[in-house]
């Protein structure tokens, strides 16, 4: 029963427009979408977010759905493919703040600068040619003396230490642009002190069995992250074209979210609600689709009804 | 909220969360090359204000900041006890803070006899 209603409403929904039908799925279907969203991202709040992102895929794709006899099921898909999508977001996003955060931090030394230069060392490193990266992993990442970088290097121990110092310089240059000002010898410190810490104990030995198995034992999420980063491999090697196609879809997808997100449009004139809270009325005026502001006399405030 | 905002000589600033006049959250956008940026910088700042006192929260003082007279689209949501600020779509601030859980929103300058203030708003958004 409750499948054909989901048919039919999504039909009134694509065909004639209908809020009312499309208020009812979300009524309908949101403790779904919002539990597995839940147990998926683990934060209330996300959860909200990737529940109305999920919602809003629905509402563009039910032309394409509305003949679909039961919408649960491709809701729970949906929202797990949503949720993945945006912990990924989470990552770039924490990312960014990172790099935003280092701008702020000038001239810190050693311990108090690693949690702060912490998220960015392996990109730095990852962003080193190969044979840098390889003295430079094999040095302070698994602190084999110079003698033995030189060695697996195929170098002497001069060459392997000469290697190593031009390394330091350009982690120095990376983390410089960033706002952070180290010396060489500040960052081989902290990168040694810090870049490895040991692993639980049960852990190796799970994974040395799930691994020679091929991952026949291994949890959904963790073959869910394998085949994604599969996926992930095989853009790289695609690069431009693709990469710059996901960039489109990526920028039409976050503007449809901006303005399906609550239904907003742009404010069409000074807000008929606000009002001066501070300051003069003649200081805000609106001309040519813009609130203008003026002061010369300290606080001027214009705020909604509360 | 969102706006296009912009200034030629100061900041122009969201309000969040006002209890009254004196009392909430202000996210400020001072651009670079203003006279006012040239004493303090230019910077988006996360606000708070109790009963006239203002204390930071969160700076930001990184690239991205536009130089004064250009526009910047700047987006503040206020959601439970986070605050998340954006310049030009890029998150910037995110922060915490307990102290005030609802209010009003607006928008805000400063400007003084010496050195006056004059903003735009554009494209102004709320969610």
């Not at chain 1, 994974?207 to 999420?221: D, L």
């Not at chain 1, 300051?279 to 010369?296: C, F, L, P, R």
């Not at chain 2, 300058?109 to 203030?117: K, R």
């Amino acid at each position: 029963m409750e499948a054909t209603d989901d048919s039919v409403l999504l039909r009134r929904y694509a065909e004639n427009n209908s809020n009312e039908a499309f208020a009812a799925l979300v009524t309908r279907h949101v403790n779904l979408v919002y539990s597995v969203a839940l147990r998926q991202a683990g934060n209330p709040h996300h959860a909200e977010e990737i529940t109305q992102a999920v919602f809003i895929i629905l509402a563009r794709k039910a032309g394409q759905l509305r003949h679909d006899k039961a919408i649960s099921s491709w809701l729970f898909q949906t929202t797990r493919l949503t949720a993945n999508n945006f912990s990924r977001s989470e990552t770039r996003r924490h990312r960014r703040e990172e790099e935003a955060y280092m701008q702020s931090v000038l001239n810190e030394t050693g311990s108090d600068v690693w949690p702060k230069i912490a998220p960015l060392l392996d990109a730095a490193v990852a962003g080193l040619r190969e044979p840098d990266r390889r003295a430079i992993v094999l040095r302070f990442y698994e602190g084999r003396n110079l003698r033995e970088v030189g060695l697996a290097l195929g170098a002497s121990e001069d060459a392997a230490e000469k290697r190593i110092s031009r390394a330091l310089e350009k982690l120095r240059s990376f983390f410089s642009r960033r706002g952070v000002s180290l010396t060489p010898a500040i960052i081989a410190g902290v990168i040694s002190a810090n870049s490895v810490q040991a692993a639980p104990t049960a852990l190796g030995a799970y994974v040395a069995t799930v691994a020679a198995a091929k991952g026949v034992a291994a949890s959904g999420s963790t073959l869910t992250l394998i085949k994604g980063t599969l996926k992930l491999m095989a853009w790289t090697k695609a690069k431009t074209a693709m990469i710059a196609g996901a960039c489109v879809l990526l920028t039409a997808g976050t503007a449809t979210t901006v303005i399906l997100y609550s239904q907003v449009k742009p404010v069409q004139s000074l807000p008929k609600n606000w009002s001066v809270l501070r300051g003069d009325v003649g200081q805000w005026t609106w001309a040519n689709g813009k609130i203008n502001a003026h002061s010369t006399t300290g606080d001027c405030l214009l705020a909604s009804a509360r | 909220m969102s706006a296009t905002v912009g200034t030629t000589n100061r900041d122009a600033d969201f309000a969040l969360r006002m209890q009254d006049a004196d009392s909430g959250y202000y996210v400020l956008f001072v651009p670079n090359g203003t006279p006012w940026s040239k004493d303090n910088g230019c910077l988006v700042s996360l606000l708070r204000k109790t009963a006239g006192e203002e204390s930071t929260l969160a700076m930001y003082r990184g690239r991205g900041i536009s130089e004064a007279g250009q526009s910047a689209k700047i987006t503040a949501t206020a959601k439970g006890p986070w605050f998340e600020v954006q310049l030009n779509g890029v998150t910037v601030i995110r922060t915490k803070d307990t102290t005030y859980a609802s209010g009003f929103i607006g928008l805000r300058i400063y400007g003084q006899e010496d050195m006056p203030c004059d903003a735009t708003f554009s494209k102004l958004m709320f969610y």
